[in-house]
């Protein structure tokens, strides 16, 4: 681990104000695409410090966000309307208006629900854009500096003891294993009556 934060060092050197460009531009790719955040955002950490390494995560969720609303919402929409009778999406779009601000704020704030996901849902359903915007804002931000904070201190500790951080990266493969598995639809789960177990046998 320590080689790793080592070679991240020298290729910050490297790129010199480049990185300030790159990193909020993966960090947006990740924000776009179904890949957990929190690594990267750790990365930053690591790579920039606390404050800046916010910055640049925060910046690059926030592109991210708006690419993946924008692209829910010009191109999802038509795609969803093929399959969805208009009716169904009316009604949907009623109850997703009817939470108002609150509700899409505190859908940022829960951790089982994906970044990027939320993100196309509200382009799909057409939210307020800027309810969307300030939402995303403020709700991203205390997930933003838990993070980044988070990398930026395994670095140091990973310095001194290199064990530390093998052990975190295991508890986070652990932690995304474990919310993949959470967010797995009920459809998905085993069926033992489908697999031909006998049916539990009744009380005499």
Do not use: C
């Amino acid at each position: 681990m320590e080689q790793v934060f080592s070679d991240i060092g020298s290729w910050l050197e490297a790129a010199g104000g480049w990185a300030y460009v790159v990193a909020p531009l993966l960090m947006a790719a990740v924000a776009i695409l179904p890949i957990p955040a929190e690594a990267p955002a750790m990365l930053n950490g690591a790579l920039f410090g606390p404050f800046a390494g916010s910055a640049v995560t925060w910046s690059g969720a926030m592109l991210g966000a708006v690419a993946s609303y924008e692209l829910g919402r010009w191109l999802g929409r038509p795609a969803v309307e093929r399959f969805v009778p208009r009716s169904s999406l009316s009604r949907a779009d009623g109850v997703i208006g009817g939470a108002g601000w609150w509700g899409l704020l505190l859908a940022r704030l829960i951790p089982l629900i994906a970044f990027t996901a939320l993100n196309w849902g509200a382009g799909i359903m057409r939210v307020d854009r800027w309810r969307f915007l300030w939402t995303t804002a403020v709700g991203i931000l205390p997930g933003v500096l838990l993070f980044t904070s988070s990398g930026w201190g395994l670095a140091r500790i990973a310095e001194k003891l290199p064990w530390v951080g093998t052990s975190v990266v295991v508890l986070l493969v652990l932690y995304y294993a474990a919310r993949a598995r959470a967010r797995r639809p009920a459809s998905e789960a085993p069926d033992d009556a489908a697999e031909g177990g006998d049916p539990p046998p009744h009380g005499s």
